[in-house]
């Protein structure tokens, strides 16, 4: 019973207080005389009742300043709770299980003369019978008995705090006091061993940690036998167990059966702790037999007990992973492959934590940032030796699987929970509604004050109010975070009650809770779960930036990054490649993606598009006879070019023999069809009124960007004729044009069935982070979770009626990657981001590219058409009306755009240049839409 909860409600439900209760109403004890006071009570219906339904009674003693006194509370048909407040209600003492099996016992030293009360209660709700008060003075075994408790919590407290000799001196006196006056075969005694034990576990000391374990187990096992022995003779011996052979009767005999199911249930607690952190310890040693020998019994030994306990912990990863480099160091290959699956599975079960999944984003970032090594690992084993372990190729896929694109994974599961909870909500307007009302808010004044003028502010004054409402956002994400219906409403329901078929539940959990385990055999890895999602003449292809663990005599980890791909096949089949330098391939990406954002001749292209295509795609082509389809999940600066355009040394696009769409991760799949699309009509917004262009000649480029030094952009006539012409194709859309094309618009659109956009793009570069320059460690591009001085998911947007202004309404007219995040599209399938540099974005190795890309995935979107630069106007209307033809003939999302682009090849003018028909890619689902 925890104490806290006990006093608060004694005092709520006016059991206690100088004016409520009437001492002389109570019960009463006499004063303490040297012979012991016994009182006999009962708890039943007539008792005293708590809000969580337990019985109490109260009684009251007069005492002196200065007195040792010991109380007993027994009782064989109730789990007995005693606590001793003073004279202003404070709690002096109190115990659950001191005494024989369930019973109580305190001992305490009275601080003044006064009149005391006892509370006796039960640890269970509407638990009753008759019990026994024993009131009597100490004796000096009861002092140093309740000497040794004291000792023990104090050790407790010292041991929390990193005071570790301090606390094995108090615990050794403890114990020493114990086996004395209670016997070495006590479970009181096993206690202190068990704290002991766990206390050099902690300090790394292993031997004297099972040493200690051993003794306490001992004791442990020889009680449980007694109590399961008692409950046999009583006939209520569990249905589920297997009952033990008849020993002789026990002392027990007589104690309420239901008494000892929870003894025998904590017992089982303890036994079940203690296998574990044994386990734990062997296995840390690599001891692997002994160490599976003490999981299994902790999970078989166990009828009552969660079993969760006896898998490893995460605190014991790091010991791992030396243990892992210690024996790949010594070629020992077999133990290496075991333990870093126990690693790697650890740490995923810690991933379908309800505390990781509702954690911050930096709490994440955190963690997952601590998985490298394992990743690393994995990826590292399987090209090194894989060849001698199969095991290998699918352990590493499964592991990337789980971890590729997490932050993005968990930021927008907790969002869809957000919102299915706020639609649901049994009120007109949750809370959770306010909440999430609040955020979009704040997150648009935020980007308002970032793009508005700042005469107004001085530099101090700008910082404070970027600061205070980074501060609110950051309040309101806790409260939504922390919300305790949120983390009860773990069935994440879809967006709209429509939607919700009441005849049929609704399988809401995140694509990575699949399995979370990984087994030899790989068939509960979650990799066949992706494969069979994966179509059938098509192929998975993960690339994935890692840093290797260099397999040569020194044993010692490379500093320098490397890029590898996984191809995962419809029949479950994975391959794995080895595709060389992270630097090497960075510098060909960079160079490519100038060369066709800068329109350089087309030769120049080829050669630039071949030279990445032999790092990145040649070492596949082996592995892709027959297949048809490749659905691409990129990373690191592989994010930032169109595959489309790689040319293989036959002088053919790589689009020419292969659809291809792309995804942040394989689990993408996993979550294929889990929302109905949205029966709401299409949205077109085009070619915006941007308003009087100040300080600025209009845009002679014709390109859909602006210009980067004064924020102002002019008119895209192409855009206005590309919306009147899908509104043509789309007779349902809602078109909205010039100054209807407003953000306040947008945002008050909720799930429109499809959503496109065509106007001025922008992303503000990051330079740095753009160079493809080795660094002393070989690196090219940063692959830690950095949080950058500007939040990328602001210098990400869209320019909507009234930009130049910076006045739209209660708007700004600028759409920012961060305030597109709070957009709901959940049942959207296709968003169309007409316009440039829409995919671009802070390229994070592991999470993708922080921009619109993100930002739209986080609302909710099914699947996303965006640009990776600067597109031409005209030639991007012609682009787009020829795609949604395509589309409206029920061609797939990505067939559709591939068709345009192999017509505008074909096609032998200008247009043919990869400028102009390989700016725009498609993410996500590449099937036909749904009518």
């Not at 709490?363 to 030796?385: F, V, W």
């Not at 998975?540 to 290797?548: C, D, K």
Request: aromatic residues 10%; negative net charge.
């Amino acid at each position: 019973m925890i104490v806290r909860f006990w006093v608060g409600s004694l005092v709520t439900f006016g059991l206690w207080g100088a004016t409520t209760v009437a001492l002389a109403e109570l019960p009463q004890i006499a004063q303490a005389q040297a012979n012991p006071t016994t009182f006999t009570g009962q708890l039943d219906e007539t008792s005293n009742i708590l809000e969580d339904g337990n019985y109490f009674n109260l009684h009251t003693f007069e005492g002196r300043a200065g007195e040792n006194l010991t109380f007993e509370l027994n009782s064989e048909d109730f789990d007995a709770h005693l606590l001793l407040l003073d004279p202003s209600g404070e709690i002096l003492a109190e115990d659950s299980d001191a005494g024989e099996l369930t019973n109580a016992v305190l001992t305490v030293e009275l601080p003044t003369t006064a009149s005391y009360t006892i509370v006796v209660g039960t640890d269970s709700r509407r638990e009753t019978g008759e019990y026994t008060l024993v009131l009597r003075q100490s004796s000096e075994v009861d002092l140093l008995l309740e000497r040794a408790n004291i000792l023990n919590a104090q050790a407790f407290e010292l041991g929390r705090n990193g005071h570790f000799i301090e606390a094995e001196s108090f615990y050794r006196e403890a114990l020493e006091i114990r086996e004395l006056y209670l016997g070495e075969q006590h479970p009181d005694t096993a206690l202190t061993l068990d704290s002991l034990a766990l206390l050099n576990k902690t300090q790394n000391r292993y031997e004297e940690a099972l040493s200690f374990y051993a003794r306490a187990l001992i004791i442990f096992r020889e009680y449980q036998e007694t109590i399961e022995v008692s409950l046999q003779e009583s006939e209520v011996w569990h249905d589920l167990r297997t009952p033990p052979p008849l020993l002789p009767s026990s002392k027990y005999f007589d104690v309420e059966p239901d008494i000892l199911q929870g003894v025998l249930y904590g017992l089982e607690n303890l036994i079940a702790y203690i296998l574990s952190d044994m386990a734990d310890i062997y296995l840390i040693q690599g001891d692997i037999e002994r160490a599976e020998s003490y999981r299994e019994e902790c999970s078989e030994g166990s009828f009552y007990f969660e079993h969760e306990v006896c898998i490893y912990p995460l605190s014991i990863v790091g010991s791992l992973i030396e243990s892992i480099n210690l024996s790949i160091d010594s070629k020992d290959y077999d133990k290496a492959v075991y333990l870093l699956r126990e690693a790697i599975n650890t740490e995923n079960r810690e991933i379908v934590n309800e505390s990781f999944v509702f954690a911050s984003d930096s709490e994440r970032a955190s963690y997952i940032q601590s998985l490298l090594t394992t990743t690393n690992l994995a990826i590292s084993l399987d090209l090194g030796i894989g060849f001698q372990y199969p095991e290998l190729s699918y352990l590493a896929a499964h592991t990337i699987a789980k971890r590729k694109g997490l932050l993005l994974e968990m930021e927008g599961y907790a969002m869809r929970g957000l919102r299915s909870f706020a639609t649901f909500g049994e009120q007109s307007i949750s809370d959770e509604e306010v909440l999430l009302s609040q955020l979009a808010r704040k997150r648009s004044e935020l980007a308002s004050l970032y793009y508005a003028s700042r005469e107004s502010l001085n530099s101090e004054q700008y910082r404070n109010r970027v600061a205070d409402l980074e501060a609110d956002i950051d309040q309101i994400e806790t409260q939504l975070r922390n919300s305790r219906d949120i983390l009860n409403f773990v069935d994440f329901l879809p967006v709209t009650p429509e939607a919700f078929p009441s005849d049929e539940p609704y399988d809401g959990w995140p694509r990575i809770f699949y399995g979370t385990e990984f087994d030899p055999n790989w068939t509960n890895s979650g990799i066949p779960l992706i494969s069979e999602r994966i179509p059938s003449e098509g192929v998975l292809v993960e690339y994935i930036r890692y840093r290797p663990f260099r397999l040569d005599e020194s044993g010692n980890p490379s500093s320098s990054p490397r890029y590898a791909a996984y191809l995962l096949f419809p029949n479950g089949r994975v391959e794995s490649i080895d595709l060389g330098d992270a630097a090497d391939i960075d510098t060909a990406v960079i160079s490519l993606s100038n060369g066709l954002a800068n329109v350089q001749a087309v030769d120049e292209i080829h050669r630039r598009a071949q030279e990445l295509d032999a790092l990145v795609m040649a070492p596949l082509r082996e592995q892709l006879e027959g297949v048809e389809h490749l659905l691409i999940s990129p990373d690191g600066a592989l994010n930032q070019i169109p595959f489309e355009v790689l040319r293989s040394t036959s002088s053919q696009y790589l689009i020419e023999t292969f659809e291809i769409s792309y995804l942040t991760s394989g689990r993408d799949l996993l979550n294929l069809d889990s929302i109905p699309p949205s029966s709401n009509p299409p949205l077109i917004l085009a070619a915006p009124n941007y308003g009087e262009i100040v300080a600025a000649a209009p845009d002679s480029t014709g390109q859909r960007s602006v210009d980067l030094a004064t924020l102002t952009v002019g008119p895209l006539q192409h855009a206005f004729h590309e919306g009147q012409a899908l509104s043509a194709l789309l007779p349902d859309a809602n078109f909205l044009t010039g100054r209807d094309a407003t953000e306040t618009a947008l945002k008050q659109s909720p799930a429109p069935g499809l959503l496109h956009i065509a106007t001025h793009g922008l992303f503000l570069e990051d330079a740095p982070r753009r160079q493809a320059v080795r660094d002393a460690e070989g690196m090219a591009f940063n692959d830690t979770y950095e949080v950058p001085i500007e939040n990328p998911l602001l210098r990400a947007m869209l320019a909507l009626e009234g930009f130049n202004a910076r006045k739209s309404g209660q708007e700004d007219g600028i759409l920012t990657a961060l305030e597109a995040a709070s957009l709901n599209l959940y049942g959207t399938q296709l968003v169309v981001l007409s316009a440039c540099e829409t995919a671009q974005g802070e390229v994070v190795s592991g999470e993708g590219v922080y921009g619109l890309r993100r930002a739209f995935t986080l609302a909710g979107a099914e699947s996303l058409v965006m640009s990776l630069w600067r597109v031409e106007d005209e030639g991007t209307q012609d682009l787009m009306v020829r795609y949604y033809e395509n589309l409206l003939s029920g061609m797939g999302r990505s067939e559709a755009l591939r068709l345009v682009q192999l017509e505008m090849i074909q096609a032998g003018d200008q247009y043919s240049h990869p400028y102009y028909w390989a700016a725009f890619v498609l993410t996500g689902d590449w099937r036909p839409l749904k009518q």
